[in-house]
């Protein structure tokens, strides 16, 4: 099914190329004459661009909405009634996706801009394994934020514009678009305790080498906390809404 | 013509009534629109704390061009709203219903889906420009309200005709093409100071998918330290081309349209 829908990795390809070739120019054009703006340098921030977007493909999905539908439809009371956990399917099947699009999406997309744009490679093959480990936490924290927006879905008429709300909020508050580092000061503190940096910034970071030994290992462990932390909002939700279900015409 | 305008207010009517039952809907949909702009200025304003300029321009003139922008695309989206064209017209077979009618299939496409709440992001754009004009300092000729007019018009025709010409693909074939998510992001480069992309982009920009005509040219009008004359007079011209062009593929794709075949 989903190698059914190539063209789409291909133009999906070809759009994230052109997102980064975008922020490409306009950093080169904010750095001007700069050789370093909050410590990064243009080698560093165009591979930031580049592989937080590539990272972006594999670990995106639409699970909010298929949750909100499937609570709209009524379908979602059919697969209650299923001996599985409904939750951890729809996580399951976001997963089989991304590896869909980690290896069809990510790893050529990264070849592609890398031959289009100048990107710096880490050279310690131990970073690309961390990086793979994190963003599989990205994918996840991502996921979980997409549940508890779907599962809005029960407590409110229309959470569409919510949906909406969210994906801009976590392009922004993750970093995809504009690195955490180069938020105002008074921004980062309150953005340290906020999910969305560990969905984007610190996979990004260890991959352009703005991490490095122990700090690594710090960046991971608040993903860590985050997968875990977060279930405890998706658990309560979840109980709740059981109780509200009752499907029309069931 | 005034034909189409009745019809236009009829529909208008009809939207109000249905819409006014789901009012938070509305409203939704206004603030979802706005974050989006307003992550995007959060984003030259940040850009800004680190750097005096962006190839030339200021914080207060990109601000300008982005406002210009969201009032551009503010009037393009309240009537051009054809984004699921092909899946609501082509394969539920819609466009048959619309073609026992006497008005132009366009017309009767665009005012079934016509968005009103799309206006109130192009309003704050009006808003921004407006307090850009102010922060600069720009002198205001009495005809500046017209020329703004008549560069929105134009910039509205270049997005109007470029997106009809990609809803008309779907008369042609019914694969989804992805094509139109492509194009809606290449429309973001028109938003920035042309004199930051290299000359193929430039090129490309200018001549062959002309959205720095929605954007940093129109604009550059009224921004006297950049003025441009001869780009930014060419935007309703460059408008009116592009929607001939969108006009006469939608007209050729009807002649091909055969129905869903149900």
New interface residues.
Partial sequence: MMLAYR??YY??I??YA??I??YY??W?????D?DT??GFTVAQITTYVAVSWMGRAFYFNNLDREISNDVRDGSLAVQMTRPYNYLIVKMMQGFGEGIFRFGLFMIPGMLVVSLLFPITFPSDPVRYVVFVVMLWFSFLINSQLNILTGLFAFFV??N???M??KR??V??LSGV??PIA???SWAKPVLDWLPFPAITYLPSSVFTGRLNGPEVWQALLVQVIWVAVLILPIMAMWRSARRRLFVQGG | MSFTLSLFREYIANYLKTKLT?R??FW??V??DL??SA?NL??IF??F???E???GWTEAEVVFVYGYFMLAFGVFSTFFNLWNFSERYIVKGEMDRVLTRPAHSLVQIMLENVDPPSMVGGLVGLAIMGVSWSTLGLPFDWYDPLMLMVMVIGSVLIYGGLYTSLAAISFYSDAP???V??MF??Q??GR??I????KG?RFLLSWVLPFAFVGVYPASFFLDRHEDLTMSLLTPVVGVIVATIGLTIWNRGIRRYRGAGS
């Fill in positions: 063209v789409n133009s999906g070809i759009i052109i997102n070739g975008a120019f306009l080169k054009a904010i750095y001007g700069a703006l909050q008429e229309n569409e514009g919510m909406r709300m801009v909020l392009d922004l678009v504009l180069f938020f105002p | 789901y938070a809907d939704v949909e603030l979802s974050l989006f992550v959060v984003f940040v850009v704390i680190h750097t300029s962006l190839a093409t992805g094509i998510p492509l992001n290449i973001n480069y920035y100071p004199q930051i992309f290299n982009i």
